[in-house]
């Protein structure tokens, strides 16, 4: 399991070599990218986008997102790449890899680890535009995405 914050660009491509380098012979590997957005919903551009955040608890939220997957999921192992700072339109925003014997489980696991860092992963983001600058916030189809995977939706 491999956690990290980025405080500069990265590269999806080298994070993913160096991610299936490390593994045992898997069958499976699912990877996701998410690019900052150049517009915002309202169609207005985007000059950058602000991740804050608090380093311990940031940190903290990304592996407690990641050792859930784990569990959860029959992986052997995962990535998590997330940026924090400014981050121009785009440019990377965060990586994501789950590696298992088969595929479903790793769709299963990056999906998981996508929706929970949405929604649960500690950043308080900020687009800042020619018009301003706005707080962003999770949506309520974001809570929802997540929320299908609770226990009472997805039994084990």
């Known amino acids: 399991m491999s956690v990290r914050l980025a405080g500069e ?3 999806a491509e080298r994070e993913l070599a160096e991610f299936t380098a490390g593994l045992a ?3 499976a590997v699912v990877s996701f990218l998410g690019l900052a957005r150049a517009r915002t919903p309202d169609r207005e551009k985007v000059e950058r ?20 997957a784990r569990e959860r999921f029959d992986i052997s192992s995962l990535r ?3 940026r924090r700072g400014f981050v121009a339109p785009g440019e990377t925003i965060v990586f994501v890899a789950a590696a298992a014997a088969h595929r ?3 769709f299963e696991a990056a999906d998981y680890l996508m929706d ?12 800042d535009t020619p018009g301003g600058s706005h707080w962003i916030e999770p949506r ?3 809570y929802s995405a997540r929320d299908r995977w609770s226990e009472k939706s997805c039994p084990e």
Do not use: C, M, Q, Y
């Open 49 to 68: 986008l602000v991740l804050d955040h608090h380093p311990r608890l940031t940190l903290r939220s990304l592996n407690e997102i990641a050792a859930a």
């Open 140 to 142: 309520d189809e974001d």
């Open 104 to 106: 479903r489980a790793a």
């Open 9 to 11: 660009p990265f590269a």
């Open 80 to 82: 998590i790449v997330h």
């Open 25 to 27: 012979g898997e069958g």
């Open 116 to 127: 929970r860092l949405k929604t649960d992963a500690v950043f308080w983001k900020r687009e």
